[in-house]
């Protein structure tokens, strides 16, 4: 069984930084894509970086030179650096994996079967 588990989330003011970590436990990932999506409250969850078994990352446009997905070599943890951060990145964030097939479209959250719980992320103006 697939766990993820996300971790340091919390409340910072606009053009500082945090840090994000997923654990994963019950499976050893290989060429299994991994991302981060994220949800504001009465919008739907959308992608923001992503990374695939050969280290190929997505990013949204929006996050594209502040955002960086990484992961740990025994691909136990997956990242989230988040530098610059803007009041509009305000969101619960969500690690997400895709299991058994390589997506289309990395950051579409349908090619997704493995979710986090989430970890809130609160940028103040």
């Known amino acids: 069984q697939v766990q993820l588990v996300e971790s340091g989330g919390g409340s910072v003011q606009a053009g500082g930084s945090l840090r994000l970590s997923c654990g994963i436990f019950?499976?050893?990932?290989?060429?299994?894509?991994m991302g981060w999506f994220r949800q504001a409250p009465g919008k739907e969850r959308e992608g923001v970086a992503t990374?695939?078994?050969?280290?190929?990352?997505t990013y949204a446009d929006s996050v594209k030179g502040r955002f960086t997905i990484s992961q740990d070599n025994a691909k136990t943890t997956l990242y989230l650096q988040m530098n610059s951060l803007k009041p509009e990145d305000t969101a619960m964030y969500y690690c997400?994996?895709?299991?058994?097939?390589?997506?289309?479209?990395?950051?579409?959250?349908?090619?997704?079967?493995?979710w986090g719980q989430g970890t809130q992320v609160t940028v103040s103006s």
């Open positions: 997400a994996a895709s299991v058994g097939w390589v997506p289309l479209v990395p950051l579409q959250r349908t090619e997704y079967n493995y």
């Open positions: 019950g499976y050893t990932f290989g060429t299994d894509c």
């Open positions: 990374v695939d078994g050969n280290g190929v990352t």
